[in-house]
Nanobody
């Protein structure tokens, strides 16, 4: 299983970024996928996840600003981030849970300046 994330960067508060994750090694449409972030000095936080046949879940802190969607044909999951705030600054990790096991991609850094 490999999860390859891309799309981080530096943006001003109020701006937008899109994170993409390309997955390989399994048929990911069967499994939960999402994004987890970790800010300096803080624990990891589930930002958004999408599971087969269910509505996406979002952390309260991003609901209404972030949108997650997947393309099962391409094995990708995307996180659209709008109205970014300095508190969104973190390393963002692509994540999947397969048969009870968590898999992580490498982090992509999102920095939001005030």
């Amino acid at each position: 299983v490999q999860l390859q994330a891309s799309g981080g960067g530096l943006v001003q508060a109020g701006g937008s970024l899109r994170l993409s994750c390309a997955a390989s090694g399994r048929t990911f449409s069967l499994y939960a996928m999402g994004w987890v972030r970790q800010a300096p000095g803080k624990s990891r936080e589930l930002v958004a996840r999408i599971r087969s046949g269910r509505y996406p879940d979002y952390a309260d802190s991003v609901r209404g600003r972030f949108t997650i969607y997947r393309d099962n044909a391409k094995n990708t999951v995307t996180l659209e981030m709008n109205s970014l705030e300095p508190d969104d600054t973190a390393l963002y990790y692509c994540w999947s849970r397969i048969d009870g096991q968590d898999y992580w991609g490498q982090g992509t850094l999102v920095t939001v300046s005030s």
